[in-house]
């Protein structure tokens, strides 16, 4: 089997290859769990992403599963907490944006039903398109966290090199 070079020489049991064999590069359909994914996305900014992948868990309980509704109604006492949890990444900007961008989600989901309707309806486009959109709607989302968050969710391509065997795979899921 041929594999994308970033994870090729990894063990089976290395977290980069499993979320490379099992989660990169595929469709989310669950509202809360694509914005989960952005969650994750957001606070990796500055850091790797097996650190980001270790914390998965923490993430998950610290933000009520990703439950988007929660999320958008967390109060300062909420965040307060939050920035002491040392299972996340206690940085400020990085915790007021998710709770703003639940909040935009919430507004996305009255006018489209659905985060990924939203995401649905725009595309294609481009990954300077996608930014300019995200930077508009959300906070705390430069053009690699749009597109590690587009990548890693089948919306932009490149997830996969062609040789990689999920490629096709994926191909053939779409």
């Not at 049991?13 to 957001?42: K, P, Q, S, T």
């Not at 206690?90 to 996305?108: D, E, T």
């Not at 930014?131 to 968050?149: H, Q, Y």
């Amino acid at each position: 089997m041929h594999y994308c070079d970033f994870c090729a020489t990894k063990p089976t049991d290395d977290i980069n290859r499993i979320y490379h064999d099992h989660h990169y590069g595929v469709a989310i359909h669950d509202d809360n769990e694509l914005f989960g994914r952005l969650i994750l996305e957001i606070n990796q900014a500055g850091l790797s992403w097996a650190t980001i992948l270790r914390k998965e868990q923490n993430f998950r309980n610290a933000f009520d599963q990703f439950e988007i509704e929660r999320i958008a109604r967390y109060d300062e006492q909420k965040k307060e907490a939050l920035l002491l949890d040392a299972g996340i990444i206690r940085n400020r900007l990085k915790v007021q944006a998710v709770i703003h961008n639940a909040q935009q989600v919430m507004q996305l989901k009255e006018e489209f039903g659905s985060f990924k309707q939203w995401l649905d309806v725009n595309h294609p486009k481009t990954l300077a398109e996608w930014t300019k959109l995200f930077k508009k709607t959300f906070t705390f989302v430069g053009g690699e966290i749009v597109n590690e968050f587009l990548m890693s969710t089948g919306y932009l391509p490149g997830a996969h090199i062609e040789t990689c065997y999920r490629y096709n795979e994926l191909k053939q899921i779409k």
